[in-house]
């Protein structure tokens, strides 16, 4: 069974800095895609970032280029969205998602609004200004 846990959200100031955490079980870090969405309230679920086994460079969308760093370590099966001067308007739940095996593990997936198949519970973010 495949669980993902992300955590790490909070309360921050503007310009301030958050590391989230996504810990995947069940899944291999040898063939695996996990992308982070966020949704504020009133808005659509956004992509923010994607890092995969298969592709050579991770994605971002362009609100976030410069400011965020998505990173892997397989040795805990974790993937961070460290997050750097960040605004109000970043503010949302943050959910990890993720696919392997049948369901691919390229980013070219979450590009293309392609099923994921695991998430996991969302960590809250709220920056003030």
């Known amino acids: 069974e495949v669980q993902l846990q992300a955590s790490g959200g909070g309360l921050v100031q503007a310009g301030g800095s958050l590391r989230l955490s996504c810990a995947a079980s069940?899944?291999?870090?040898?063939?695996?895609?996990i992308a982070w969405f966020r949704e504020a309230p009133g808005k659509d679920r956004e992509e923010v970032s994607c890092?995969?086994?298969?592709?050579?460079?991770?994605r971002y969308a362009d609100s976030v280029k410069g400011r965020f760093t998505i990173s892997s370590d397989s040795s805990k099966n974790t993937v961070y969205l460290q997050m750097d001067s960040l605004k109000p308007e970043d503010t949302a739940l943050y959910s990890c998602?993720?696919?392997?095996?049948?369901?691919?593990?390229?980013?070219?997936?979450?590009?293309?609004?392609?099923?994921?198949?695991?998430w996991g519970r969302g960590t809250l973010v709220t920056v003030s200004s």
């Open positions: 890092i995969s086994s298969s592709d050579r460079n991770a």
């Open positions: 069940g899944i291999t870090f040898d063939d695996y895609l």
């Open positions: 998602a993720a696919a392997s095996g049948e369901y691919g593990s390229s980013c070219a997936i979450v590009a293309a609004r392609q099923y994921l198949p695991y």
